[in-house]
């Protein structure tokens, strides 16, 4: 079983929709939560980050951690086709070296 | 350097040769990883330097895989007797100090074909 689980999708949606994005995790000790956002043929880029459970507002973008239920998402607001890109979660603890990614979820927003 | 820098962008190689794959990461930073990308798949990390030495490379898939980093800075990543099933977008990345909270910054990868 993997460490991280994420929603596969693809998730198609219109313009304007909110959109949940989730994951799992089955270690306990990741303390740090991460979404990246990835366009097509680029690297990822850092979206979100949030430290041990609770909620995060950026504009349209909200995270939340729920340590209790390992289980973390990223919802988007008033979603735009600029939005449409592959969302990947990402956890790590305070010493990590590393950090430790789902399987990805590609958006598709529909003008 | 203004952004984490890969080459090449692109390569294609035939089953059984061996290819080098560089990284050249953000001035300062003294954490680099690799990760490996595969068609529709999410990263898979292969191995973590801090400064030269390489503390996790727990995620190597096989002898044939190897990496150094020289320096401080450039790091390149060998595949030797390459595989089909080598063939994915490998991703490089880096962070000021390896710590658990810190962003990557990630290079925008190489595409590996292996025919």
């Known amino acids: 079983q993997k460490e991280v689980e994420q929603d596969p999708g693809p998730l198609s949606v219109p313009e304007g929709a909110i959109v949940s994005l989730n994951c799992t995790y089955s270690?306990?000790?990741?303390?740090?939560f991460m979404w990246y956002r990835q366009y097509s043929r680029k690297g990822p880029e850092l979206l979100m980050y949030?430290?041990?459970?609770g909620n995060k507002e950026d504009g349209r973008f909200t995270a939340q951690v729920d340590k209790s239920s390992k289980y973390i998402s990223l919802f988007i607001r008033d979603s735009q086709p600029s939005d449409s890109a592959t969302y990947l979660c990402?956890?790590?603890?305070?010493?990590?070296?590393?950090?430790?990614f789902g399987d990805g979820t590609t958006l598709t927003v529909k003008p | 350097g203004a952004g984490v820098s890969q080459s090449p962008s692109n390569k294609v190689t035939e089953k059984g040769k061996d290819v080098e794959l560089r990284c050249d990461p953000i001035?300062?930073?003294?954490?680099l990883y690799w990760y490996r990308q595969s068609l529709g798949q999410g990263l898979e990390f292969l191995i973590y330097?801090?400064?030269?030495?390489?503390?996790?490379k727990s995620g190597l898939p096989s002898d044939r895989f190897s990496a150094e980093r020289t320096g401080g800075s450039v790091s390149t990543l060998t595949i030797q007797r390459t595989q089909q099933e080598d063939s994915a977008v490998y991703l490089c990345?880096?962070?000021?100090?390896?710590?658990?909270?810190?962003?990557?910054?990630f290079g925008s990868g190489t595409q590996l074909s292996v025919l």
């Open positions: 270690n306990s000790a990741f303390q740090y």
């Open positions: 330097f801090q400064g030269n030495s390489a503390p996790d």
């Open positions: 001035s300062g930073h003294t954490a």
């Open positions: 990402a956890m790590a603890n305070t010493n990590a070296g590393k950090s430790t």
């Open positions: 949030t430290y041990s459970s």
């Open positions: 990345a880096s962070s000021q100090t390896g710590r658990g909270n810190e962003k990557l910054f």
